[in-house]
């Protein structure tokens, strides 16, 4: 695995950036529930630790090698993966999760695609994103562009169309960030 500027941040990051809305993603992700999540693009396992009490078991799947450690030391299950191809078969989790690393991908189709496939049916993903119909968020994609970060941001409505027809689409947004929840229908 290449070294990247989140196997460089990784010690740092959750100092840096603390997770601080339990109680509102525990409502995204419609939890308590005893059910299996992967927090796809989770680096250091902030995010799924916290979530970790409230689930029957949870997995970290990231590309950097940096951000998996430090998701192992917090005793989190973490898996090297690519999201644009993901290494589970297809309907394995419950809950899907993607937080702040969709436009950090490489291909950002590609990953939505995966993401509802390890999503079971009756299950429920969500995606966190910095919502780019803010203008603040607009500028900080122009200065990611700048400093050549591997970033490509796309709209809620843009992340939303790369979904396939069946699956039901909620949009939430709020202090410049956007969340897409979106149910896969159970089977017939
Ligand atoms: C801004 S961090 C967010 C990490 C975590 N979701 C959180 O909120 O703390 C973005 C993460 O996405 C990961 N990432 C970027 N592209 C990826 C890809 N194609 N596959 C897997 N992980 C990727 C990075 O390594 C990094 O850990």
């Not at 191809?85 to 419950?94: C, R, V, Y």
């Not at 695609?113 to 994103?129: A, H, N, S, T």
């Not at 039901?168 to 410049?176: F, T, Y």
Request: charged fraction near 20%; include cysteine.
């Amino acid at each position: 695995m290449n070294f990247d500027h989140f196997d460089f941040l990784a010690p740092f990051y959750d100092r840096v950036i603390p997770f601080s809305c339990l109680e509102k993603m525990l409502a995204l992700l419609a939890l308590p529930a005893p059910v299996t999540l992967l927090d796809a693009g989770g680096g250091t396992g902030r995010v799924a630790k916290a979530l970790q009490p409230h689930l029957a078991s949870v997995v970290v799947a990231d590309l950097s090698a940096g951000m998996l450690a430090q998701a192992r030391q917090k005793g989190l299950a973490a898996a090297s993966a690519v999201t644009e191809l993901l290494p589970f078969p297809a309907e394995s989790f419950e809950r899907v999760l993607m937080v702040d690393a969709l436009h950090h991908v490489f291909n950002q189709s590609q990953t939505v695609r995966e993401l509802y496939r390890v999503l079971k049916p009756g299950g429920r993903l969500v995606i966190e994103e910095p919502d780019l119909r803010v203008f603040a968020v607009k500028l900080i994609a122009l200065a990611e562009k700048v400093a050549l970060m591997r970033s490509h941001f796309l709209s809620p409505p843009q992340i939303a169309a790369l979904f396939p027809a069946d699956a039901r689409l909620q949009l939430e947004a709020a202090d410049g960030n956007a969340w897409l929840i979106v149910e896969k229908p159970e089977e017939k």
